[in-house]
C-alpha cells in the first residue's frame, strides 16, 4: 500500500510561482513513475506531468512545457512540481498519482495505482 500527501497549494496572483509537493510513503517500487494530475471545475482530470522514478525522466503536458518543473527527493521519496509563471488557466486542484511508468509517458490516468488527496491551487487575475 502506498500513500499520498500533497501541499503547497494556495492562492498566487498571475505570473507568480508555487511547489507542491507529494510526500509517498509505504512501497514504492523502483519501477514506478509518480504523476501529477489537475482538475478544474467542470472539467476533466489533465495530465501536467511525471516522472520516472529509476531514471528521473520528466514528461510534460504541452500547456505547461517551460513552466513546470518536476523534480524528486529519492531520500525524501517526495516529488515536487514547481510552478512558475502561473496563469489564471493553471486554477485546478492538483493531485499526484503513483504508478506504472504508462502513468507519465501517456499520462494516463487509468494507469494510477494510488491517487492523494489534492491540493488547491488558486490563480488570480
Known amino acids: 500500500q502506498v500513500q499520498l500527501v500533497e501541499s503547497g497549494g494556495g492562492l498566487v496572483q498571475a505570473g507568480g510561482s508555487l511547489r507542491l509537493s507529494c510526500a509517498a510513503s509505504g512501497r514504492i517500487f523502483s519501477s514506478y513513475a509518480m504523476g501529477w494530475f489537475r482538475q478544474a471545475p467542470g472539467k476533466e482530470r489533465e495530465f501536467v506531468g511525471g516522472i520516472r522514478w529509476s531514471s528521473g525522466s520528466t514528461y510534460y503536458a504541452d500547456s505547461v512545457k517551460g513552466r513546470f518543473t518536476i523534480s524528486r527527493d529519492n531520500a525524501k521519496t517526495t516529488v515536487y512540481l514547481q510552478m512558475n509563471s502561473l496563469k489564471p488557466e493553471d486554477t485546478a486542484v492538483y493531485y499526484c498519482?503513483?504508478?506504472?511508468?504508462?502513468?507519465?509517458?501517456?499520462?494516463?490516468?487509468?494507469?494510477?495505482?494510488?491517487w492523494g488527496q489534492g491540493t488547491q491551487v488558486t490563480v488570480s487575475s
Open positions: 498519482a503513483a504508478g506504472p511508468s504508462s502513468l507519465v509517458i501517456w499520462g494516463s490516468l487509468s494507469s494510477a495505482d494510488y
